[in-house]
């Protein structure tokens, strides 16, 4: 790919300008990326693959992918408290224990005995205060987790379409820099015939070949940011740099948006995962502050302890005897209870803390919201704008055409001057690189939209939003 890459330029250049070095795709390529051919047929990219592709390849989707599934471990760790906990311990496996008693008054004593001590003892916590706000705590948690997940995707979709239309307006802008360097050498050819029939001047033959040569290094650097913009976009779907991909869908507007903005702001405040994430944020603060009071309450438990003895062996005897034996066990049930009456008044301001924490987290809450209304409004009204832009720079660019076209009759019967023909050359080149960022843009604005109220744009242009009165263009004709 590279390799034809650098014969276009190389063309273009007009042997102008001398090739460089570029890295190469092997040196730039990342290990363990899942080829495209996995998921695409004939290396072929649109608009509606990109989602598919930050779901299946993104790295870094993958790793909040994980973190999710950490926090469903920790919810079900802290349900676990609601059930009854069951430990085994032993003192010695076994335990083996020799004594000599030595007595002036009475016979001395040995003990030589192998002893084994185990017991089971399990534990309900039938009231514990604590426990519901640390489960509450860990619920919400774990959906917060999930929005963050949410949130990355849906952010991730967007920035990778942001990068697949900048690499198709960069195409745009290379087939649009070829087109002015096939009007420079057509003037240049004109010029150069026009001063051989004794009609021209030199110094219309220098200007053409001036003008062909800005026209080259424009085309030049066309095609390099073309290059870079699709190692961009291959970087955030992780396709390796190797691949050989293209875009099937020549520039064209990716939908049309139908809502009034009232709908827009209303929709995208009831489903901002941000803004339930602050909510989520205070209900768990208010659980930490109803932990800490509750913390002064008593827990009540119920408690059953097995314990058991086994012996072999003798103790304290004159005389040792390896075969005596006895065992014994005890089994006790209770029910519990624990107070931690007072504690200097920690509990009490450390639940003061986490109720003001809650109340500034309603604070950003309200704040959020302001943000998004504006962020709504804003790129709502710069779709308004670009959709206005498309009909004019259309407008322009049909009108610049034929300016040119007369302007060349004009230039071939020697009324107008090569000047005239080049400015109107320009003023073509100009009116289609506006019309190509009006297009970029309205495109961003939509994916925007979506991004913030959670609508999707149509394809169906035939709306009363879409349509004006008195248009001699219409959207609906892109």
Request: proline residues 2%; positive net charge.
């Amino acid at each position: 790919m590279y390799k034809k890459f650098f014969k276009s330029i190389i063309a273009a250049s007009f042997s102008l300008l001398m090739p460089i070095e570029f890295i190469t795709s092997k040196e730039l390529s990342a290990s363990n990326i899942t080829p495209v051919k996995a998921l695409l047929s004939e290396n072929l990219i649109l608009l509606d693959d990109i989602e598919e592709l930050i779901l299946e390849n993104n790295l870094e989707l993958k790793s909040l992918k994980e973190l999710v599934e950490a926090s469903s471990y920790n919810l079900s760790s802290k349900l676990s408290k609601k059930y009854p906990s069951l430990d085994l311990s032993a003192n010695g496996l076994p335990q083996y224990l020799y004594s000599e008693n030595y007595n002036n008054n009475s016979s001395d004593t040995k003990t030589s005995q192998y002893k084994l001590n185990p017991s089971l003892n399990l534990r309900w916590d039938l009231i514990d205060p604590q426990r519901g706000p640390e489960i509450r705590s860990a619920k919400h948690s774990y959906e917060i987790s999930r929005n963050n997940f949410n949130i990355k995707k849906k952010d991730l979709i967007k920035e990778a379409k942001f990068r697949f239309h900048k690499y198709q307006k960069s195409i745009e802008n290379a087939n649009n820099a070829q087109i002015a360097v096939d009007l420079s050498k057509v003037s240049l050819k004109e010029a150069q015939s026009k001063l051989d029939t004794g009609i021209g001047t030199k110094f219309d033959v220098l200007e053409a070949k001036s003008q062909l040569a800005k026209d080259n290094q424009i085309l030049l650097e066309k095609n390099f940011n073309k290059e870079i913009n699709l190692i961009s976009l291959k970087e955030i779907l992780n396709i390796n740099l190797e691949e050989e991909i293209s875009l099937k869908e020549e520039q064209k507007l990716s939908g049309y948006w139908n809502y009034s903005l009232e709908k827009n702001i209303k929709h995208g405040i009831d489903n901002s995962l941000s803004l339930r994430n602050l909510s989520l944020q205070s209900l768990i603060k208010e659980n930490q502050a109803q932990n800490f009071k509750n913390a002064n309450l008593p827990v009540i438990y119920l408690s059953n302890s097995l314990s058991s003895s086994f012996t072999k062996g003798s103790a304290l005897s004159t005389t040792i005897d390896p075969d005596e034996s006895s065992s014994s066990y005890t089994n006790k049930i209770s029910i519990n209870f624990s107070w931690n009456i007072f504690n200097g008044g920690q509990n009490q301001n450390s639940y003061k803390a986490k109720k003001a924490e809650s109340a500034a987290e309603k604070f950003s809450y309200l704040n959020l919201q302001n943000i998004i209304k504006t962020d709504i409004t804003e790129t709502y009204l710069q779709l308004m704008k670009n959709k206005k832009k498309l009909l004019s720079t259309k407008l322009e660019i049909s009108t610049s055409e034929e300016a040119l076209r007369l302007t060349r009759l004009r230039y071939d019967v020697g009324i107008a001057t090569l000047k005239d023909v080049l400015v109107r050359q320009k003023e073509l080149n100009n009116a289609r690189s506006k019309n190509v960022d009006a297009i970029h843009s309205y495109n961003l604005n939509l994916d925007k939209l979506e991004r913030l109220t959670f609508l999707e744009k149509s394809k169906d242009c035939k709306s009363n939003d879409n349509i004006e009165k008195n248009e001699i263009y219409s959207i609906c004709e892109y």
